[in-house]
């Protein structure tokens, strides 16, 4: 079986890629994140998925790499990792009542034959009309600091919302599974 590589240190993606039971490492990409002038959220989020897997891929030419990577945006802005409660209750604030879009991107890269594919999935998440004491008490009991949007949805996060539509439920936690495993078929892995 060809070697594995998942170009990310989310906790998230990782638990994600031990669902397909195929062994796998994990490396560190170390890719500058900072947003380009004018750049869609779904091109930034398709350049950094691809940027993190061919950096790996780069050094490890013989193994498959995966980069993936999610930009959370509300009407025109993006929403980043809060980083501290002050900040997660100003985004779910500013979110309340309002459609989310989340672009995951996802880029399985081979450097030793050149391969490079992607995927992209949009979610559609509709947050309910939030009150603060919701939103404190939310951030209060999960703290979804490290993620865009200020918000787990695997986890507690999901009581804000009113509806999420998307081709791929687990591209809202990180990496689109469905997605990644027809790119994973393509390149002569062995999945159910």
Known sequence: MPRLILA???AYRRELLARLRLPFDVVQPDVDETALP?????????????????????????????????????????????GSSERAHTQLRAASGRE?????????????????WQALDITHAQLRTLSDAEISRYIAAEQALDCAGSFKA?????????????????????????????LLRRAGFELP
């Open 38 to 82: 004018g750049e869609p959220a779904s091109e930034r989020a398709q350049r950094l998925a691809k940027a993190k897997s061919q950096i790996i891929a780069q050094r490890q030419p013989d193994a498959w790499v995966i980069g993936s990577d999610q930009v959370a945006q509300c009407a025109d802005s993006v929403l980043d990792k809060p």
């Open 154 to 182: 695997e986890g507690l996060g999901i009581s804000l919302f009113e509806h999420i539509r998307s081709d791929d439920p687990t591209a809202l936690i990180g990496l689109p599974l469905i997605a990644l495993c027809q």
């Open 8 to 10: 990310s240190t989310s």
């Open 100 to 116: 989310l879009r989340f672009h995951t991107a996802l880029c399985l890269s081979h450097a030793a034959s050149t391969a490079c």
